[in-house]
Every structure is written in structure tokens, then in C-alpha cells.
């Protein structure tokens, strides 16, 4: 089965650096991977989607990037604000299943 | 637009009574999932619908959990009887068809708690 490691538990930065965050998976290679936020409480929010033809995605201050001979995809916040803090999970789906499989999720702190 | 709605937000059980979960999804979107996270883990699936068809239940344990999208919009997600492991968040989303290339639309979930 696919497994999806995300960098670490938790991540702690400075207001104005930039966050990145990192997602490796094993096994079969992802057809698509997505970001997603997550804020206490909360349901996870679809923020990126990347293909696997594609090596980089941005919108706004948020950038992913897609590795598929790495098997690894980083997720990268500019300028990043303590509104930013929140748990962000990766999740992949294999080409056809509509199936995605999560990461745990890594906590982001921005300290002001 | 209001979003995919879970009710109830919260719920307390004890051990071995029933449960149910309620989810409406976006209008217009065919297919439905209920996934569980338990803290500190990522979602995992549980059930996806599309329209009122169960396509993909491999993880749900069949023996205590049953689910139902009648007329391919709302859902319910039931328990019965409920043991102290199932504690943890419910929830449910809601994409177009092809969900993995648009991305999942979640609901505020609902936390169940078994004592």
C-alpha cells in the first residue's frame, strides 16, 4: 500500500521566511498530489493541486514542486505570516482511483 | 454557497449504543466520501460514493459500520454498535466526478467521542 511521509510533526518558523515542507511517498507514483490546509476543529481546505507532468505549481505566495524520480513533493510558503499557521497535509491518488491517501500532516507554526 | 454540512458537531456515546453521522454535500457534486482521522493522523477513507453508488468500501468494517447516499445527494454514516477505538473525527467531502484533478471540498467534521 502507498505510504506518505511528511517531514515532520512540526515546524516552527520566523514571520517573514519561508516556510517548506516536504512529502515523500513510496510505491506507486501519484498521478496527481494535493495540499491541503487544516486548521483546528476544522475540515481540511484544498489549497494546490499538482500533475505528475508538471514540476512546479504557485498561486499567490504558495509553490509547490513535484518530484516523481525523487518520489517527493515540497510545498513552500513566502513570506509567511502567523495567519499561515496551521497543519498542512499532502495526499495522492493513483491515475484513475479518485482515492486519496493522506499524510499525517505537518504542524506550521509562524512565530511572530 | 454553504459548503458541505455535518451534523451533529460533536457527539458523546457510550460503548456498544448506536451513532449516525449526517452529511450534505455540494450541490452538484456526484461523489461523496466519508473518511475518519483519528488526532494527530491524516484522514483516512472510509467509503466514496458515486451518486448513490458505494464504488470503492474496501476499508469499512462492514461487521459495525453502515453507510447510505439515498438519491445520490445526502448521506448517513452509522455506527452500531460503537466500541471505544471509533472515537475520533468524522468527515465528510464531496467533489466532482473527477475529484483528484479538482480537489475535495470537507465539512467541519463531527467528533465523536465513545466513553
Known amino acids: 500500500s502507498q505510504k506518505i511521509e511528511q517531514n515532520s510533526e512540526a515546524l516552527n518558523i520566523q514571520e517573514g521566511k519561508t516556510a517548506t515542507l516536504t512529502c515523500n511517498y513510496t510505491?506507486?507514483?501519484?498521478?496527481?498530489l494535493q495540499w491541503y490546509r487544516q486548521d483546528p476543529g476544522r475540515g481540511p481546505v484544498f489549497l494546490l493541486l499538482?500533475?505528475?507532468?508538471?514540476k512546479e505549481k504557485r498561486k499567490e505566495r504558495l509553490k509547490v514542486t513535484f518530484d516523481t524520480t525523487l518520489k517527493q513533493s515540497l510545498f513552500h510558503i513566502t513570506a509567511s505570516q502567523p495567519a499561515d499557521s496551521a497543519t498542512y497535509l499532502c495526499?495522492?491518488?493513483?491515475?484513475?482511483?479518485?482515492?486519496?491517501?493522506f499524510g499525517t500532516g505537518t504542524r506550521l507554526t509562524v512565530i511572530p | 454557497e454553504a459548503g458541505v454540512v455535518q451534523s451533529p458537531r460533536y457527539k458523546i456515546i457510550e460503548k456498544k449504543q448506536p451513532v449516525a453521522f449526517w452529511c450534505n454535500p455540494i450541490?452538484?457534486?456526484?461523489?461523496l466520501y466519508w473518511y475518519r482521522q483519528n488526532l494527530g493522523q491524516g484522514p483516512e477513507l472510509l467509503i466514496r460514493?458515486?451518486?448513490?453508488?458505494?464504488?470503492?468500501d474496501s476499508q469499512l468494517p462492514k461487521d459495525r459500520f453502515s453507510a447510505e447516499r439515498l438519491k445520490g445527494v445526502d448521506s448517513t454514516l452509522k455506527i452500531q454498535p460503537a466500541e471505544l477505538g471509533d472515537s475520533a473525527v468524522y468527515l465528510c467531502?464531496?467533489?466532482?466526478?473527477?475529484?483528484?484533478?479538482?480537489?475535495?471540498?470537507f465539512g467541519s467534521g463531527t467528533r465523536l467521542t465513545v466513553v
Open positions: 460514493y458515486e451518486n448513490e453508488e458505494a464504488v470503492d
Open positions: 450541490s452538484g457534486h456526484n461523489t
Open positions: 467531502a464531496s467533489s466532482p466526478r473527477e475529484g483528484a484533478q479538482s480537489g475535495y471540498t
Open positions: 510505491n506507486y507514483s501519484p498521478a496527481y
Open positions: 499538482i500533475r505528475e507532468n508538471e
Open positions: 495526499a495522492l491518488d493513483r491515475t484513475g482511483a479518485n482515492n486519496l491517501f
